[in-house]
């Protein structure tokens, strides 16, 4: 017991508590200094004396831990040395000076989680299981991954196609063959439609129709291709002639021969016009030259009725109803390449204008499937069965997309995503085989055409600059226009 006579203290105490469970130690040594404890509050201590004379004045006291007995809720670790002494009812007194009057719930818990836990930060915030009390609580604000994938970039929502045409026109006589290429779109806008044994034009702008020819009753339209300037349109028939007109003037320019029966299929590049034929092969034609052809390609065994130019102008591929896949170039008069996967005739074909050596092909109704190769190698990319027989193909000009167009069983056309093959809109209201497609020169309307004798007009694609969804324009409601 010490002897230094003491100042009397303004604290109550509680009763059985001594004054010497107050008694403040200073060490000399700076190592053996203890924490300080700060205690905060209305019923603070008043005063407090040092316990010897030869204690220095300060104006911070550093208390004791060890008659303090902190580890009895947790604030300090294990195995700190702790002296024997103190009191339960000082323990709790400060505790609920410390950290509130509720603070002995949470570490009467079993030393489940908070600050109970003599291994925990004392600073580490508590996760309370019962409930939210907070609108800044983790059970409304969600998770850590949720409020990440919030604050991240959204998906980008799928496009809208609209399910309905904006404009059907009827065509009369426009013949059900699957053999046959009867529908263009130029590059001015000007639509050109084989029906029987004339040629139509439908100007975009202002829905003029405007009759470009007559071949006569001894002889009927198989093809119509425009030139890439729009200018100048050439005529296939059945005769297996070869036709140019100046789409402008409504004058013939020229006429070809070569082919002993139908040209039903036509493809211009930059300089050269090629026509396919029932008689299997394909004729180069140049309009500089007065002979009807400059070359003759020979590599189908039936009917070639799909023709395409690459964008660069290079390669020529051919379908034919041999079930062949043939591409050219320039330069030989042998097919540099032999694809032979499908198993029906192959008349739909597209380049793509996005990626260089990347050609589309379709198969007929014993295929069905869209193939993607690789004209440089030979090599198939990937392929999707469609389920009906593939008519038509063509490839967005704006985006990595191509259109579809079908015939038996279903009928539909098809918007693909590519290269994940993806569908992005399926569009039906055909009752026959959509054996027609041509694209409108900004990218953003296809016309679709079958044997039951209507011209669809569909926006499927985004324009070039917003690449938004195209709004139907409601001329649906207006009904149906005749093109004659």
């Known amino acids: 017991m010490d002897s230094t006579p003491r100042r009397k203290s303004g604290l109550n105490l509680p009763s059985g508590m001594n004054e ?43 208390p004791c831990r060890s008659s303090s007995r902190l580890h009895t809720f947790g604030l300090i670790e294990k195995g700190s040395p702790v002296k024997e002494g103190g009191d339960e009812a000082y323990a709790r007194l400060l505790k609920s000076e410390l950290f509130g009057s509720d603070f002995g719930s949470f570490s009467s818990a079993g030393g489940q989680g908070g600050l109970s836990s003599p291994n925990k930060n004392m600073l ?8 939210p009390n907070s609108p800044y609580s983790p059970s409304i604000l ?4 949720r409020v990440s994938s919030e604050s991240s970039t959204p998906p980008k929502p799928p496009r809208k196609v609209p399910k309905k045409p904006h404009k059907v026109l009827d065509a009369p006589s426009l013949q059900d063959d699957f053999y046959l290429n009867l529908v263009d779109w130029s590059s001015q806008n000007v639509l050109a439609v084989g029906l029987g044994t004339c040629v139509y034009l439908w100007t975009a702008s202002n829905s003029k129709v405007t009759r470009l020819c007559d071949l006569g009753h001894n002889d009927s339209v198989c093809s119509v291709q ?29 006429t070809m021969g070569g082919h002993q029966t139908r040209t039903g299929v036509l493809a211009w590049n930059s300089r050269t016009l090629a026509s396919g034929s029932r008689d299997r092969h394909i004729l180069q034609h140049d309009l500089r030259i007065s002979s009807d052809y400059v070359s ?17 102008d290079r390669e020529l591929a051919s379908g034919g ?34 990626q260089s050596g990347l050609l589309v092909s379709g198969g007929g109704t014993a295929d069905r499937c869209i193939r993607f190769w690789n004209t440089t190698n030979g090599h198939q990319l990937n392929h999707v069965d469609t389920g009906s027989q593939v008519c038509n193909l063509a490839w967005s000009k704006n985006v990595n997309e191509l259109v579809s167009t079908h015939g038996y069983s279903q009928n539909q056309i098809t918007v693909w995503k590519y290269p994940s093959l993806s569908k992005v809109a399926t569009l039906v209201g055909h ?11 900004d990218g953003q309307t296809i016309v679709t055409g079958a044997g039951d004798e209507t011209l669809w007009f569909w926006n499927v694609f985004p324009s070039m600059k917003t690449q938004t969804p195209v709004k139907d324009t409601g001329l649906w409601s207006l009904g149906r226009t005749q093109i004659r």
């Open 142 to 145: 969600g998770n850590g991954s």
């Open 321 to 354: 109803n041999d079930n062949q896949l043939l591409v050219w170039n320039q330069h030989s008069q042998l097919p540099l390449l032999k694809l032979t996967e499908h198993t029906a005739a192959v008349k739909a074909i597209a380049w793509s204008p996005h």
């Open 20 to 62: 010497t469970s107050l008694r403040l130690e200073t060490f000399s040594s700076s190592s053996s200094f203890r924490a300080v404890t700060c205690v905060s509050s209305p019923r603070a201590i008043s005063s407090l004396s040092s316990p010897s004379k030869t204690s220095s004045c300060s104006d911070r006291f550093i």
């Open 124 to 131: 580490r915030f508590k996760t309370d299981h019962s409930g």
């Open 296 to 312: 003759k390609l020979v590599g189908h065994k039936s009917e070639v009725c799909g023709l395409k130019w690459s964008h660069d």
């Open 431 to 441: 009752s026959l085989r959509v054996l027609y497609l041509a694209m409108s020169p």
């Open 226 to 254: 425009w030139t890439r300037e729009g200018s100048y349109i050439s005529v296939g028939t059945h005769e297996g002639q070869v036709q140019v007109w100046d789409g402008t003037q409504c004058k013939r320019v020229r």
